[in-house]
């Protein structure tokens, strides 16, 4: 059976997305078997940073509903045989997703792939609560800024409350992955330091995602960072990243600084 994981955030534009996509990518280049699921109805964008929205036909809405199978609403990468997607719907609004469905759809993704990475709409309404039910491991992602921060520790509280491990009474598993971070800017004051957030938020680090505009050309190319520029700094901590996930016990180091220096290091399990 795969492992379901949530990446999630209470706030837009923190890189939720390409996150999903940059690990997908990297889960799938180590030879296992992928899924990305979105779950952002109405809006649907990980079609685009996976280069597929020409080739969506069906989606997630059509399958609960009946209206295809699920077969049939998965779209095999071209690049990649071992990473699928599965889309959301452009055309409907979150309440035609379901819980009964919802739990079904997962299921059955669970029985054919690795890694069903889901990718959770912002905020703490219905489609995010839904996304995260039946995850095992949750991601957390957050930006060093105060705003982005606070709405974070809403969702870990979530996390811990409306999943269907939380109802029996299971600990969450849950990770804070900090993404478009300056080390030099941080030093300025001008956003938080690492070690701010996870004072914080209190959740083990899975990684640190420098500010890139690697990230911003793989997302208009149609494809994930960890596939457009696979040396870049930015795919090589979502590859990183993804080890960590797998469960790699890997240091994480602060971006802009080098190893072995002075560069602080902080464990994955810093909490």
């Known amino acids: 059976m795969g492992k379901v994981i949530v990446v999630t955030s209470g706030k837009g534009g923190v890189g939720k997305t390409t996150s999903t996509a940059a690990l997908g990518a990297a889960l799938a280049q180590r030879g296992e078997k992928v899924v990305v699921v979105d779950f952002d109805v109405g809006l649907r964008n990980l079609d685009l940073v996976m280069g597929a929205e020409r080739r ?17 609403a998965l779209i095999r ?24 469905g919802v739990e079904w759809v997962i299921a059955e993704l669970k ?10 709409p912002a905020g703490i309404e219905r489609g995010a609560t839904l996304a995260m039910r039946h995850a095992d491991v949750a991601v957390v992602v957050t930006n060093p800024e105060v705003s982005s921060v606070r709405d974070s520790d809403r969702i870990i509280g979530l996390l811990d409350s409306k999943t269907v491990k939380a109802e029996r009474g299971e600990r969450m598993e849950k990770h804070l992955l900090l993404t478009r971070y300056d ?42 960072v960890t596939l457009a520029d696979t040396k870049s700094a930015a795919a090589t901590a979502y590859f990183e990243a993804a080890r960590r996930l797998a469960g790699e016990d890997l240091p994480v180091s602060m971006p802009g600084e080098k190893r072995g220096l002075l560069g602080k290091i902080f464990s994955r399990r810093a909490a």
């Open 77 to 100: 990468d071209k690049r990649l045989d071992t990473l699928f997607l599965l889309p959301a719907s452009q055309t409907r609004d979150k309440d035609n997703l379901t819980p009964e």
């Open 111 to 120: 029985k054919h792939f690795d890694w069903v990475v889901c990718d959770s």
């Open 56 to 72: 969506v036909v069906y989606d997630l809405v059509n399958v609960i509903q009946g209206d295809a199978k699920l077969t049939q």
């Open 183 to 224: 080390a030099t800017r941080a030093q300025r004051g001008d956003m938080l330091k690492v070690e701010d957030v996870l004072e914080i938020l209190s959740i083990p680090l899975l990684g640190i995602i420098p500010e890139s505009m690697d990230v911003l050309k793989a997302s208009n190319m149609g494809a994930p």
